[in-house]
Nanobody
Framework: QVQLVESGGGSVQAGGSLRLSCAAS????????MGWFRQAPGKEREWVAT???????TYAHSVTGRFTISKDNAKNTLYLQMNNVKPEDTAMYSC???????????????????WGQGTQVTVSS
């Protein structure tokens, strides 16, 4: 049974940093695409970053240069390092797994078939 559990969210001032974690069980994250997504109140869920089997990453324009997605295959855990955060980064952040893709990851929310429960990030100005 695939399970994803996020942690690390909280409240931070603008310009600060947070590191989100996503512990996976029931499958091996090194073999598939994984992503981070976020949903702000009143808005649709949006893609933030993806990482493929080989460790290649892609980022949404809004977070490029500030956020870093990474994974520790030995710990079967996905991370999102968030630096220089802004108030507009406030959202519920969720990790997701696409067990149908490994090399070319999609940014389409509906294509990810397993999701964590999310962790809230609140950035104050």
């Amino acid at each position: 049974q695939v399970q994803l559990v996020e942690s690390g969210g909280g409240s931070v001032q603008a310009g600060g940093s947070l590191r989100l974690s996503c512990a996976a069980s029931g499958y091996t994250i090194s073999n598939y695409c994984m992503g981070w997504f976020r949903q702000a109140p009143g808005k649709e869920r949006e893609w933030v970053a993806t990482i493929n089997r080989g460790g290649s990453t892609t980022y949404a324009h809004s977070v490029t240069g500030r956020f870093t997605i990474s994974k520790d295959n030995a710990k079967n855990t996905l991370y999102l390092q968030m630096n220089n955060v802004k108030p507009e980064d406030t959202a519920m952040y969720s990790c997701a797994a696409d067990l149908r893709r490994a090399r070319t990851c999609t940014v389409v929310v509906a294509e990810y078939n397993y999701w964590g429960q999310g962790t809230q990030v609140t950035v104050s100005s």
